[in-house]
């Protein structure tokens, strides 16, 4: 499975971002999606996860504010991010796994990452 982020960009705190994580196989429903973030200098973070039947899981610290969306039809992953802050920069990967968990290591597959930039 090869996985394609697009989306990131700068934006102002308090301002909303939609990443998009494209995926090659024709449904992603079989899998578990999450998405994490790096930041300069910090090891990779969990950020949230869905999975085939819709449930869904956030770290605290973007917990109602970010949530995320399927499109099985386009095989596409979204996260929606809102009322962001400017410890939400980094860059953001998206992951495909047979587990829901927010360990990276329980994911197969990951896409290039795409940079998210908050302006204070």
């Given at each position: 499975?090869?996985?394609?982020?697009?989306?990131?960009?700068?934006?102002?705190?308090?301002?909303?971002?939609?990443?998009?994580?494209?995926?090659?196989?024709?449904?992603?429903?079989?899998?578990?999606?999450?998405?994490?973030?790096?930041?300069?200098?910090?090891?990779?973070?969990?950020?949230?996860?869905?999975?085939?039947?819709?449930?869904?899981?956030?770290?605290?610290?973007?917990?109602?504010?970010?949530?995320?969306?399927?499109?099985?039809?386009?095989?596409?992953?979204?996260?929606?991010?809102?009322?962001?802050?400017?410890?939400d920069t980094g860059v953001y990967f998206c992951?495909?796994?047979?587990?829901?968990?927010?360990?990276?290591?329980?994911?197969?597959?990951?896409?290039?990452?795409?940079?998210?930039?908050?302006?204070?």
């Open positions: 499975v090869q996985l394609i982020e697009s989306g990131g960009g700068l934006v102002q705190t308090g301002g909303s971002l939609r990443l998009s994580c494209a995926a090659s196989q024709r449904s992603v429903s079989r899998y578990a999606m999450a998405w994490f973030r790096q930041a300069p200098g910090k090891e990779r973070e969990f950020v949230g996860r869905i999975g085939w039947s819709g449930l869904e899981a956030y770290a605290d610290n973007v917990k109602g504010r970010f949530t995320m969306s399927v499109d099985n039809a386009k095989s596409t992953v979204y996260l929606h991010m809102n009322n962001v802050r400017p410890e992951a495909a796994g047979g587990r829901m968990t927010p360990d990276p290591h329980d994911y197969n597959y990951w896409g290039q990452g795409t940079q998210v930039t908050v302006s204070s």
